[in-house]
């Protein structure tokens, strides 16, 4: 059980770690490409990339086959409209209030767990280690991009981003209770090529075809993103199946991607170095894991040595 939860663990940070290199990629895509095509032909790669690695063709094709809607749906809900509503709700807030917003999607995942999952309740320590974590988002966000003076904060903006948490956390219960029909890398691999081709698609009537000669700068980024959503997204997708992982819990160790992103930006970056203010969120983020980690891992120890005795 020790080694599972550890296991678990190890997984879910490698994910949010993928996750945290994003921001870069996209800024670097985004000077190139339009929004909404960049975004298509990015997926379209993660999901071919992950073919190769099924255990046969016959299979992939018996397992989408078998579960089309549920591809569709997840299609739908983890690509299209996630993605439309995040690229949407940040075009019209300032970049520190998306990135509080959007940071706080753990809680939101924890209630739609709360309120789909019997089995995955909030409790004291989740309600605290949540709500310290979102205050370490703050933190770290306003520490890094502070709100400029006078900024108009739109609801629209708000209200999107804020329905991108909740699609987030309705997608990651619907994968956590579906039956093992489909192999967590068939799913992400099938439900990520469907998702890019509909937003390719529908950004050549909005965006036009944009194509001239790419930098090499462009390419090395297409590639970067389309390897970390392909990796990322079957990661989580494989942890959301786990029979003993609950997606409550899973979904605090998003808290870490602010965390590695601020991490990564001091290194990359020469116009970035670290300050107080973000030292001082990241604090508060690890002590928000401690809050969820340290009395579940007791609570797990003491009712394995309940059940010894009883042997």
């Not at 190890?10 to 800024?27: E, Y």
């Not at 790669?45 to 063709?57: A, D, H, R």
């Not at 029979?243 to 590695?260: D, H, M, N, Q, T």
Request: with cysteine.
């Amino acid at each position: 059980m020790k080694k599972h939860l550890s296991q678990t663990i190890f997984l879910a940070i490698v994910a949010c770690l993928l996750w945290s290199s994003a921001f870069v990629g996209v800024k670097i895509g985004l000077k190139y490409h339009t929004p909404l095509q960049f975004a298509g032909i990015r997926f379209i790669i993660s999901g071919l990339m992950l073919i190769p690695f099924v255990f046969s063709l016959k299979r992939f094709w018996k397992e989408v086959s078998e579960n089309f809607w549920y591809v569709c749906l997840i299609a739908f809900l983890q690509v299209i409209l996630q993605y439309s509503l995040f690229y949407l709700g940040v075009s019209k807030v300032p970049a520190s209030i998306a990135a509080m917003i959007v940071g706080s999607s753990p809680l939101f995942i924890a209630l739609a767990a709360h309120f789909f999952n019997p089995g995955d309740r909030m409790d004291m320590y989740k309600t605290g280690s949540f709500l310290v974590g979102i205050l370490g988002v703050a933190v770290i966000t306003l520490g890094r991009d502070r709100l400029p003076s006078g900024a108009e904060i739109a609801m629209t903006g708000v209200i999107l981003l804020l329905l991108n948490n909740i699609v987030s956390g309705i997608t990651n219960v619907v994968i956590a209770r579906k039956q093992q029909t489909i192999s967590p890398m068939v799913l992400t691999s099938s439900s990520l090529f469907l998702g890019g081709v509909f937003l390719f698609v529908v950004s050549i009537p909005l965006e036009g075809i944009q194509y001239h000669d790419f930098p090499p700068e462009y390419f090395v980024a297409l590639a970067w993103l389309s390897f970390l959503s392909a990796a990322a997204f079957t990661i989580w997708n494989t942890l959301l199946r786990r029979p003993k992982v609950k997606v409550s819990e899973l979904s605090i160790w998003k808290f870490l991607i602010p965390v590695a992103g601020a991490l990564l930006s001091w290194l990359i970056l020469p116009d970035e170095s670290p300050d107080l203010v973000s030292v001082s969120g990241m604090i508060l983020i690890a002590f928000s894991l401690l809050i969820l980690y340290f009395p579940n891992r007791k609570r797990k120890s003491a009712a394995e040595n309940t059940g010894n005795d009883l042997i």
